[in-house]
């Protein structure tokens, strides 16, 4: 209903500034349905020309109008994003001038380059800003570009840590912004190894025909590829910055240390400053569908038990399980040895699901048919931005998926159980985990 609403608003300010004679016409039509008003006002703009932005003003988009971006980060995922139907890239920024010359010569057309992501936020002519950076720079980013006015396309993992995720979901909702996290399979695409959208999972687990509480477990058995490569190197030996990089800016928050090419670019996810390891790259991927399906999109684990053996204190290792437990039950066994050939991907008290979507409840398709669907979700994020409707998946909820991969990666780095308290966002009696919660970011930068 609020899609159509904010709809509404649009067409009614595009009516009211073009022509008098179209709003005697509106007068004859408000008194009528909803649907029939969007069907007499889409007739009526057939014949016109949509209003530009700049006169129905910022925050005001015509549904034909074409989204500008500005792109932070051009050296993987940034460039696989420059097409984007309903888009057009206006400017971009990276510290490697050799990434930035490369991609600014296969777009063309006078992109605006920069070397600074304030100067590309400040832009008027930018409408979203997309963050493709390594996760130690999501959340200063973030909040600088909704303190700008711009809407936000994140790369996964949301942020890197719990503080900074919670300050980007203080900045979004503060500054009015719609937020977009670059994971897509709680509402379209083959989940990994499921063989089916998350759609009938979801259906399954509201339907209660697995009982509760239930158990989901993260393995290669079930699916889901933990890719353990991402594992630092505990023996780097400093090395001269190449000439084209800003070593200095791309560490940005992060502590300083001497320069290897191996915590850059490509292999930077294999340290805790920056990112996770295997749990950084695919946690989102992988735990945002399970806490959609379980109905955890506003709550956190309670309980973090590890299996590991005892972490490096720079670079990112691999673990044997990782298991979160919720208050009502549920638990989510982050599987890394996948010695159990037979586990299966949901467990309950009444039923299993495998690998596949293959069950031991009898005739489970013909009885999902049958059932409703899952709430209709805001897929596409350019309606978001232009009608002003929070995306499928936004910054509140990708940021509990987040916690869950932070929650993991904390008790990893301390190597033993943590208790967490999802309510106010703090573990409990534990000073040492909440510190790093919130770790000290690298003068000048602060979120």
């Known amino acids: 209903m609020a899609y159509i609403t904010e709809l509404e608003k649009v067409w009614l300010l595009e009516i009211k500034i073009i022509n008098p004679f179209i709003q005697s016409i509106m007068k004859k039509t408000t008194s009528n349905s909803r649907r029939s008003f969007l069907r007499n006002a889409a007739t009526i703009a057939a014949g016109i020309s949509i209003v530009p932005r700049h006169v129905l003003g910022r925050g005001f988009l015509a549904p034909s109008d074409?989204?500008?971006?500005?792109?932070?980060?051009?050296?993987?995922?940034?460039?696989?994003?420059?097409?984007?139907?309903g888009t057009r890239v206006v400017a971009i920024c990276d510290v490697d001038q050799k990434h930035l010359s490369e991609v600014a010569n296969s777009i063309g057309g006078g992109v605006k380059t920069f070397h600074d992501h304030r100067e590309l936020i400040a832009l008027p002519e930018v409408d979203i800003v997309h963050i493709a950076t390594p996760p130690h720079w999501h959340g200063i980013m973030a909040v600088d570009a909704a303190k700008a006015g711009k809407d936000i396309?994140?790369?996964?993992?949301?942020?890197?840590?719990?503080?900074?995720?919670?300050?980007?979901?203080?900045?979004?909702?503060?500054?009015?912004?719609?937020?977009?996290?670059?994971?897509?399979?709680?509402?379209?695409?083959?989940?990994?190894?499921?063989?089916?959208?998350?759609?009938?999972?979801?259906?399954?687990?509201?339907?209660?025909?697995?009982?509760?509480?239930?158990?989901?477990?993260?393995?290669?058995?079930?699916?889901f590829d933990w890719k353990f490569y991402w594992v630092g190197k505990t023996n780097l030996e400093p090395?001269?910055?190449?000439?084209?990089?800003?070593?200095?800016?791309?560490?940005?928050?992060?502590?300083?240390?001497?320069?290897?090419?191996?915590?850059?670019?490509?292999?930077?996810?294999?340290?805790?400053?920056?990112?996770?390891?295997?749990?950084?790259?695919?946690?989102?991927?992988?735990?945002?569908?399970?806490q959609y399906f379980l109905g955890k999109d506003h709550t956190s684990p309670v309980l973090i038990e590890v299996d590991a053996e005892q972490q490096h204190?720079?670079?990112?290792?691999?673990?044997?399980?990782?298991?979160?437990?919720?208050?009502?039950?549920?638990?989510?066994?982050?599987?890394?040895?996948?010695?159990?050939?037979?586990?299966?991907?949901i467990e309950g008290p009444k039923g299993k699901l495998f690998n596949g979507f293959k069950s031991d409840i009898p005739n489970l398709k013909e009885k999902l048919a049958m059932m409703p669907d899952p709430e209709p979700q805001v897929t596409n994020f350019l309606d978001s931005v232009k009608y002003r409707t929070p995306f499928a998946l936004n910054e509140s909820n990708g940021f509990r998926s987040c916690t869950i991969i932070n929650l993991g990666k904390i008790a990893l780095?301390?190597?033993?159980?943590?208790?967490?308290?999802?309510?106010?966002q703090v573990f409990i009696d534990d000073a040492e985990a909440n510190y790093l919660i919130n770790p000290p970011m690298r003068g000048p930068w602060t979120i």
């Not at 001497?258 to 790259?281: C, E, I, S």
């Not at 780095?413 to 106010?424: A, E, I, S």
């Open 66 to 85: 074409q989204l500008t971006k500005g792109i932070i980060g051009v050296g993987g995922m940034g460039r696989g994003h420059i097409p984007y139907a």
């Open 153 to 223: 396309w994140c790369e996964k993992p949301m942020t890197r840590t719990i503080g900074e995720g919670k300050r980007v979901v203080e900045a979004v909702k503060q500054y009015g912004r719609m937020f977009r996290l670059n994971t897509w399979f709680r509402f379209e695409d083959n989940f990994y190894g499921m063989n089916t959208t998350v759609k009938p999972i979801k259906k399954l687990v509201e339907s209660g025909l697995l009982g509760w509480p239930l158990t989901v477990t993260v393995s290669k058995t079930t699916g």
């Open 239 to 290: 090395q001269a910055v190449p000439a084209e990089l800003d070593y200095d800016r791309w560490l940005g928050p992060a502590p300083y240390k001497p320069y290897n090419p191996h915590r850059v670019h490509q292999t930077f996810r294999g340290y805790w400053d920056y990112d996770g390891g295997g749990l950084g790259d695919m946690g989102q991927h992988y735990l945002d569908p399970i």
């Open 313 to 345: 204190p720079d670079a990112c290792g691999t673990f044997r399980k990782i298991t979160y437990t919720y208050e009502d039950g549920c638990k989510i066994i982050l599987d890394g040895e996948a010695k159990d050939p037979n586990a299966a991907y």
């Open 413 to 424: 780095q301390l190597g033993r159980t943590l208790k967490f308290d999802p309510v106010n």
